[in-house]
């Protein structure tokens, strides 16, 4: 069975996937790298292995109550990441902070040796770094899964169970926040300036 295109597709696949234990292995095989991206850009590559594992083991675990008419398997998915991130929320402001400090790590593996990802953590400038690190973790949150995921504001009020005007008011403040520590600069375009980078 193969992923099928598109919102339907992608739901009929998913039942398939999530009801069946040998099938399930093709929710992994879709979606293990874009995942393990956002979870390594947030807490470094260190601990992605073990916390990208739990998410799938979280969601195999929990396939049978997975509503793909609630929910895309994408952002349940993103869903299960940031809670679990969410959990080492000391290590990642930690990182943050001293990305802050000390900007990227010279000695950080090469684009060969890393997951295509649209934006790594220790690519950001250490400003921005040390900005994201002062951030609430709710709001950081929100701003991470739009300009680490990609994900719509519908798609992070599903991942995070919050309506859709309060991803849209967290938005809002951390871009503010964000914006004030980087001197008026646009943290959307210093994401986008590290992501070419």
Same mark, same amino acid.
């Given at each position: ?88 929320? +000391? ?48 709001? +950081? ?28 008011? +967290? ?27």
């Amino acid at each position: 069975m193969s992923w099928a295109a598109g919102p339907l597709g992608e739901a009929v696949s998913a039942r398939r996937s999530l009801a069946d234990d040998e099938v399930f292995a093709e929710v992994f095989d879709a979606y293990f790298g874009e995942i393990h991206g956002y979870v390594a850009q947030r807490l470094g590559p260190d601990s992605a292995e073990d916390v990208v594992a739990d998410v799938f083991l979280v969601a195999f675990r929990k396939r049978a109550v997975y509503d793909p008419d609630r929910a895309s398997v994408r952002a349940w998915l993103y869903g299960i990441a940031t809670k679990l991130v969410g959990k080492h929320r +000391r290590l990642e402001a930690r990182t943050l902070r001293a990305l802050g400090r000390h900007g990227p790590d010279a000695d950080a593996p090469g684009p060969e040796d890393r997951v295509t990802v649209r934006v790594s953590a220790q690519s950001l400038r250490p400003e921005l770094a040390a900005a994201l690190a002062q951030l609430d973790q709710r709001d +950081r949150d929100v701003v991470l899964l739009v300009a680490l995921a990609g994900l719509s504001h519908q798609e992070i009020g599903t991942a995070l169970g919050i309506p859709y005007g309060t991803v849209g008011s +967290r938005l809002n403040r951390a871009r503010k926040k964000l914006r004030g520590a980087l001197g008026g600069t646009n943290p959307m375009h210093v994401l986008e300036e590290a992501d070419r980078g």
